[in-house]
């Protein structure tokens, strides 16, 4: 019987060959993360939100996919952006894609969990992104949107006039500033390193813990519970996508199913307590319940459908 010293010891010995092999990833996101914010992507959303609705939801979540932005981020530029008039579905699409993916996130799934469940993870944003603002459509603005949120003319030429020069300034002054990029990327890293290293550490302390029958029996046979169980494991326990990447590799490798990984990869980013705190300066409370359950569903749908095992 091995000693707590023993598997203390196998558990840091663990963690720094994951750390080691992760790095690399964490380090591109975090730069390709921290140049997107230098260019003027946010133009596109001007362009794009005020099309025909297959047009503007798409365009929507493809630009929030590739969003540099936390949904802190996101939030002023929606505001802004639902002030010059943009159509409240697309916005939605945009803030719901952005909250669940994100540059940094998919190259730190490729190198942490694989290329493929990188692919699946961002298609699977993608078609919720897109399927959840064509029915918003359907959906009265008045049960949807903050009434706190004004739709002015002088609101919204002064938004469209700070929002485009802003960027611009922004975009400027950050490209002809390489000593600035460099500390923001430090910064960023900083943050997201501190919890992928907490959660390399947790994770393999979960492999050195928790015997494998477990995992398989909870997340690995029974498919159909497996997918529901890790979606809705996804709401309370998802902290952050450089902690839970390598929770979720190590669980893979002892058993948990890929449709399972992928229902929580789904579900977790977009029903953090923070981020879903700062969506009601622009969404009614309500809508956001119904939001979170048409989440967890769709999460079970996908993970169900999902042809890896």
């Known amino acids: 019987m091995p000693t707590i010293l023993f598997r203390l010891t196998a558990v840091l010995h663990s963690s720094g060959l994951t750390i080691l092999s992760l790095a690399p990833y964490v380090i591109a996101g975090s730069v390709v993360g921290e140049y997107l914010k230098t260019t003027s992507w946010i133009r596109l959303l001007h362009r794009g939100f005020n099309r025909r609705p297959a047009v503007s939801v798409a365009a929507a979540s493809v630009i929030g996919a590739v969003s540099p932005l936390c949904t802190y981020g996101t939030v002023p530029v929606v505001l802004a952006l639902y002030r010059t008039g943009a159509a409240l579905p697309p916005l939605i699409s945009f803030l719901a894609v952005s909250s669940m993916m994100n540059p940094q996130l998919f190259i730190m799934t490729w190198g942490g969990v694989g290329p493929e469940m990188a692919i699946a993870r961002l298609a699977s944003v993608l078609v919720f992104g897109v399927a959840f603002g064509l029915v918003m459509y359907k959906v009265p603005v008045a049960w949807v949107a903050n009434p706190a949120i004004s739709r002015s003319a002088d609101d919204e030429s002064c938004a469209a006039a700070q929002c485009d020069a802003g960027v611009h300034r922004s975009g400027s002054r950050a490209r002809n500033d390489a000593r600035g990029l460099a500390l923001s990327v430090l910064r960023n890293f900083e943050f997201v390193g501190l919890y992928f290293v907490i959660g390399v550490i947790v994770g393999?302390?979960?492999?050195?813990?928790?015997?494998?029958?477990?995992?398989?029996?909870?997340?690995?046979?029974?498919?159909?519970?497996?997918?529901?169980?890790?979606?809705?494991?996804?709401?309370?326990?998802?902290?952050?996508?450089?902690?839970?990447?390598?929770?979720?590799?190590?669980?893979i490798e002892q058993g948990m199913s890929k449709s399972a990984a992928l229902a929580y990869f789904i579900v977790g980013p977009a029903t953090r307590v923070a981020p879903l705190m700062a969506l009601m300066a622009v969404l009614r409370p309500g809508f956001l319940i119904a939001y979170v359950v048409a989440l967890v569903a769709f999460a079970c749908l996908i993970g169900l459908a999902y042809p890896a095992f």
């Open 204 to 251: 393999s302390a979960v492999e050195e813990f928790v015997p494998r029958e477990w995992v398989v029996s909870a997340l690995g046979q029974d498919r159909v519970l497996s997918v529901l169980l890790a979606a809705v494991m996804g709401i309370p326990l998802y902290a952050c996508g450089g902690a839970s990447i390598p929770v979720i590799r190590l669980l």
